[in-house]
């Protein structure tokens, strides 16, 4: 399960918007690191929380999002 993070944790990290973000403010940032990925959400310039999911943690929700799991009409 993802935990969540303080921004100590994440100092120099590279961020980058998923592809599927659009130019506003409703994007998803993510950042690789050696132990897995942090997330956060941009709309309030990045100073909310932060999630750090395992490679593992994550390779299973790309898995089901791409599987249509968290679909809201799915």
């Known amino acids: 399960m993802a935990r969540r993070v303080s921004h100590d ?3 120099g990290a590279h961020w980058f918007k998923s592809s599927r973000s ?3 403010t409703g994007c998803v940032e993510v950042a690789l690191n050696l132990d897995g990925v942090y997330v956060r959400d941009t709309k309030d310039g ?3 929380p932060m999630l750090h999911f395992t490679d593992e943690e994550w390779a299973a ?3 089901g999002a791409k599987d249509g799991e968290f679909d809201k009409n799915g």
Request: aromatic residues 8%.
């Open 9 to 11: 944790e994440v100092v």
């Open 22 to 24: 659009n130019n506003g």
């Open 46 to 48: 990045g100073a909310g």
């Open 61 to 63: 929700f790309v898995g």
